[in-house]
């Protein structure tokens, strides 16, 4: 899945030992470019944390991952990002330019 989304704020770096050794993970807060924008918390794990390039209030392009899993008879889910990237400097297009459409009385249907 892919996210286009601002950046809004960088949770602590946290860090551990399991049982495959060493992890690091980085919660970033992003807010969507919706009509009601939503914020979403997303996780970066291991080598794909890069914070030094983000910055507040960045656009950025997000791919990501949501998984769900079962302890204890409740369910948790993640949002984990696999691949983070500024957003181009493009201005998007907007669906109302794309269906724009002005119709004349000479366009009048045959039924």
């Not at 946290?14 to 009509?35: F, L, M, R, S």
């Not at 009601?36 to 291991?46: M, N």
């Not at 030094?52 to 950025?60: E, H, P, R, V």
């Not at 181009?88 to 119709?103: C, I, L, M, R, Y």
């Given at each position: 899945m892919e996210l286009t989304a601002k950046l809004i704020q960088l949770l602590p770096l946290q860090t551990g030992t399991g049982k495959n050794g060493?992890?690091?993970k980085q919660d970033i807060i992003v807010e969507t470019n919706a009509q009601?924008?939503?914020?979403?918390?997303?996780s970066v794990w291991g080598d794909k944390i890069n914070t030094g390039q983000l910055q507040i209030g960045q656009s950025l392009n997000i791919?990501?991952?949501v998984e769900s899993r079962e302890y204890n008879g409740r369910w948790y889910t993640d949002?984990?990002?696999w691949k983070i990237e500024t957003a181009?400097?493009?201005?998007?297009v907007s669906e109302d330019d794309v269906h724009n459409t002005s119709f004349t009385s000479d366009d009048d249907l045959p039924f």
């Amino acid at each position: 899945m892919e996210l286009t989304a601002k950046l809004i704020q960088l949770l602590p770096l946290q860090t551990g030992t399991g049982k495959n050794g060493e992890w690091k993970k980085q919660d970033i807060i992003v807010e969507t470019n919706a009509q009601y924008p939503k914020k979403v918390c997303i996780s970066v794990w291991g080598d794909k944390i890069n914070t030094g390039q983000l910055q507040i209030g960045q656009s950025l392009n997000i791919s990501f991952d949501v998984e769900s899993r079962e302890y204890n008879g409740r369910w948790y889910t993640d949002v984990k990002a696999w691949k983070i990237e500024t957003a181009g400097a493009g201005a998007p297009v907007s669906e109302d330019d794309v269906h724009n459409t002005s119709f004349t009385s000479d366009d009048d249907l045959p039924f």
